[in-house]
């Protein structure tokens, strides 16, 4: 079993930046991959951006640029750094980490952007 807990949503005004964090407990060691993944109201989840055990990153198009995933092992925790906010970015964040086929989910943080 792995717990997800994220933190760092809040209100921002299009051009800012925000941090989001997601600290994993449980079995860490069996994770491959952690990432970002995102759900605006009346759209389907959608992934952000992925970081594998060994670092390798990928991104979806309409972030690429503006944020960066890292990860920091000793801490078990994932970052998103998110720049350049638009409207568009406006939705609950979900932290998600991968167990061979089996995925977890933290709680969701909420992101909006707005003037």
């Known amino acids: 079993q792995v717990q997800l807990v994220e933190s760092g949503g ?3 005004q299009p051009g800012g930046s925000l941090r989001l964090s997601c600290a994993a407990s449980g079995s860490i060691f069996s994770i491959n991959a952690m990432g970002w993944y ?7 989840r959608e992934l952000v951006a992925t970081i ?3 670092g390798r990153t990928n991104y979806a198009d309409s972030v690429k640029g503006r944020f960066t995933i890292s990860r920091d092992n000793a801490k078990n925790t994932v970052y998103l750094q998110m720049n350049s906010l638009k409207p568009e970015d406006t939705a ?7 167990v061979g086929v089996k995925n977890y989910w933290g ?4 992101v909006t952007v707005s003037s």
């Open 10 to 12: 809040g209100l921002v």
């Open 38 to 44: 995102r759900q605006a109201p009346g759209k389907q």
């Open 52 to 54: 594998t055990s060994g």
């Open 92 to 98: 609950v964040y979900y932290c998600n980490a991968r």
């Open 107 to 110: 709680q969701g943080t909420q």
